[in-house]
């Protein structure tokens, strides 16, 4: 292989491949040995060998330690990926995801020999509906899209009992692509509800749209510019005069906790993200965990089983003709369970207030310090994350993406670009709470040296990164001729 | 300011159409390519099918965003552009010529007039555009 001045373990571990090297070593085999081929079909047999990679044990360990080295994650770096909440994990929430009696219990185990398990998310699910003001919540979607499916459901289910037949669902022009996923998916129309200039849901527009089929309004609080909707409350009660329901998407609940909550506030659903708010692990650190919370009368038709309790025990009941139906193997992503319920035991009612008050502050301490350089997409005070515009440096030749791409240079993990799309060159920054001012600081210092950059050199900003592994991907050539699979050398 | 031809008519929607004869033919405007940026895939639907004035008809995928596509006028699909399939770059290159979408019969002919002119575009565009 040739000397190219990179280290070796950055390299793809098939390109590491040796033909006869490998990772195991096994002894003798002391059953009778039969050949693997006779208990295999001739036409299911391959003609050639899987084209493995053939490596030794400390190439595997040096090869993943490198990549992981390579990551960029919350355990390294600040990450204000809007809409996200990047927040830090706290590590005893890994203690007690790591005690024997849940990690290694098996979800089929007998109820009696999974009361500990039982209890615990009997006691999430009853903490989550205090913290959202719902009467019940199902901790069984996997994430926080399965978590609006099942809402919607709910909301179709409800309807129908009722003999009512409702075809449409409005949806914010400002919304998470999820919402009119999910609501598709439930087999609702979508229809659009446009924005006011500064972001709001156009009242207008949402009462000419809100016919005697629609089935629901489903809203993001606070919304997608980080703005609390001050009609909330006002739209509620003109969806439920025309018999819609009102679903909260919870993705932005982690600046409302203990401030207020979606059920005082007049929803009937929302679904809750437990790797946003809830701290449990993000994307790769684990799977995620969008449990759902209704008010009385949807209860009937949560998912199946719901964990309940009898007198002294914890039962899985399944006995709930108007369910939905169950959405998930087993009773959902149980170890987040574990987790969101340790950080909620460890921060305490007064705990997660200040939270949601430091994630809004820290927020709007970026917002301030920016503005002077970036334009803000919507006015002031925002709530846990704010939107900035790039419109100005747009003019300038350097764009949202442009900029995203030189703070990688500059040690920061780039905001979420463009997005919400009713934004112009958007950058939607999500600080969290967990980032100390000398963070924020830093991150803002490094936004405005890249506002001067655009005004001064905007030709380096259009080198950006240039210290990362891989320089500027082409993301237009990747879409439009994607190359998915490694085919060795040619 | 964007390239708006005067001979078209458009949507609040960014779409434009042109008409031959008695038929019509859809793309998306200048403006609306540039702030999708890189188109990378394009979704139409079938010769035959049928499309509803200012409902979804297709989609349109960019480096930065999926979109909807909104029928103009309420009809049926003759033509749909099949070069788009493969090379989804001409609707950057080419937003009124050869990245055009779909060629339909309007069911009637009185929508035509309900489109924006192309100086009311203009205006809409100016105006912020949405």
Known sequence: ?490 | MSNVPGDLKYTRDHEWARQEGGRMRVGITAYAQEQLGDVVFVELPKVGARVTAKQAFGVVESVKAVSDLFAPVTGEVVEANADLAHKPEIVNQDPYGKGWMIVVTPADAKQWEQLLSAAQYEEFLAQGGH
């Open chain 1, 1 to 490: 292989m040739p000397y190219d001045n990179q280290p070796a373990y950055d390299r793809l571990v098939f390109e590491l491949s040796s033909p006869g090297r490998m990772a195991f070593s096994l002894p003798e085999s002391d059953v009778p040995v039969e050949p693997a081929l006779a208990a295999v079909p001739e036409k299911y047999r391959r003609r050639q060998p899987a084209a493995l990679p053939e490596v030794s044990e400390l190439d595997v360990v040096r090869h993943y330690s490198r990549l992981s080295q390579m990551n960029y994650g919350i355990d390294t770096h600040f990450y204000p990926l809007g809409s996200c909440t990047m927040k830090y994990n706290p590590r005893i929430n890994e203690d007690a995801a790591r005690l024997a009696g849940f990690a290694r219990l098996h979800p089929l185990a007998a109820e009696a020999l999974s009361q500990g398990a039982l209890q615990l998310m009997h006691e999430l699910a009853g903490m989550l509906a205090e913290i959202a003001g719902m009467d019940a919540v199902s901790l069984q979607p996997a994430a926080g899209a399965q978590g609006e499916l099942a809402g919607v459901l709910m909301i179709r289910a409800y309807h129908e009992a009722r003999g009512e037949k409702r075809t449409k669902v409005l949806i914010p022009d400002s919304a998470h692509g999820t919402n009119p996923a999910s609501t598709a998916l439930a087999g609702y129309e979508v229809i659009e509800v446009k924005s006011d200039a500064e972001g709001q849901v156009d009242l207008g527009d949402l009462e000419r749209h809100l016919a005697a089929d629609v089935a629901a309004f489903m809203i993001t609080v606070p919304n997608t510019l980080g703005n609390f909707e001050p009609r909330v409350t006002e739209i509620a009660e003109l969806c439920h005069a025309r018999g819609a329901q009102v679903y909260m998407d919870g993705a932005n609940l982690n600046a409302i906790l203990g401030l207020t909550r979606p059920g005082d506030l007049g929803f009937d659903v929302c679904h809750f993200n437990l790797h946003k708010t809830f701290t449990t692990p993000h994307g790769g650190g684990g799977p995620g965990a969008g449990p759902v919370g209704v008010k009385a009368h949807l209860e009937p038709f949560l998912p199946v089983p719901v964990v309940a309790r009898r007198e002294q025990t914890y039962v899985l009941d399944w006995k709930r003709p108007q369910s939905i139906g169950k959405l998930q193997a087993f009773w959902g992503n149980f170890g987040m369970h574990v987790r969101a319920y340790t950080y909620i035991r460890t921060m305490g009612a007064d705990g997660l207030r200040a939270v949601s008050e430091n994630a809004v502050l820290n927020a709007n301490y970026v917002m301030k310090r920016l503005e002077q350089h970036y334009d803000v997409a919507a006015p002031g005070p925002c709530m846990h994350e704010c939107v900035l515009s790039a419109r100005k440096q747009k003019k300038l030749g350097v764009t949202a993406m442009d900029i995203a791409k030189r703070l990688l240079d500059l040690g920061f993990y780039a905001p979420s670009t463009y997005f919400p799309l009713i934004v112009e060159e958007a950058l939607m920054i999500e600080p969290t709470e967990t980032e100390s001012k000398e963070t924020l600081d830093a991150f803002c210092e490094a936004m405005i040296r890249i506002a001067r950059e655009a005004e001064t050199a905007p030709e380096a900003i259009h080198q950006a990164p240039v210290t990362t592994p891989v320089r500027r991907l082409d993301q237009t050539r990747a879409a439009r001729e994607p190359n998915l699979r490694w085919r060795g050398q040619r």
